[in-house]
C-alpha cells in the first residue's frame, strides 16, 4: 500500500547549521508531496508541496524537490535557526478515488542556539 | 482570516463514556476530513466528508465511532463506549475541491482514563 518513511529523529542542530530531513515514499499513480510543521501546543501548519515530478517547493527557507526516479522529497534548509525547532511531516495524497493524507512518523528537528 | 477551529481543545474522560467533538471548518472549503494522532506518530486518516457527504472511512473507524456533517458546515465525531486506546489527538482539516491542499485544527486531545 502507499506509505511514507521518514528518517527518524531528533535530529539536534546548532544554529546555522544545514538541515536536511529525509523522507522516502511508495505510492501507486502519480502523488502529490507535503511537508508538514508542527510547533509544540500547535497544529500542522503547511510549510511545502510539490505536485509533479520534478517540481521544487520552497517556502520560509526551506525546499524540497519531488524525484521520481528516487521517490524522495528530502526536505533542506541551508541555515537553521533556534525557530525552526518543531516536528517535521512528511506526506503523500495518491489522487486516485481518495483525497486522503498519508503521513510519515514525523522527525523531531532542535536548534541549539 | 479564520482557520480550522476544533473544540474543546481538550477532553478527559473516564472509560465507557461517551465523547463528541466539534470541528468547523474553513468556510469556502468543501471538504473535512478527521484523523487521529498518537504520541510519536504521524496523523492517521479517519474519513471525509465533501459537502455532507461521507464518502471514504478508514478500517481504524470502528462501529464505535461516528462522524457527520449535516449542513455540509461544521462536523462532530463521536466516540461512545471510550476505551484507552482511544487515548489520542483527533485532528480536523479542510480543503476546497481544487487543490487538495488540506488546512489543520489545532486538535482535541481526548485522554481516557
Redesign the interface.
Known sequence: GDS?TQMEGPVTLSEEAFLTINCTYTATGYP?LFW?VQYPG?????LL?A?KADDKGSNKGFEATYRKETTSFHLEKGSVQVSDSAVY?C?L?V?LG?????????TRLKVLA | DTG?SQNPRHKITKRGQNVTFRCDPISEHN?L?W?RQTL??????LT?FQNEAQL?K?RLLSDRFSAERPKGSFSTLEIQRTEQGDSAMY?C?S?PLV?????????TRLTVL
Open positions: 511514507v502529490s508538514y500547535e497544529g500542522l501548519q503547511l508541496k505536485t511531516f506526506a495524497s489522487a481518495t483525497y486522503k493524507y498519508i503521513f510519515g512518523t514525523g | 480550522v471538504r476530513y484523523y510519536g506518530q504521524g496523523p492517521e486518516f471525509y471514504e478508514s485532528l482539516a480543503s487543490p487538495n491542499e488540506q488546512f489543520f485544527g489545532p486538535g
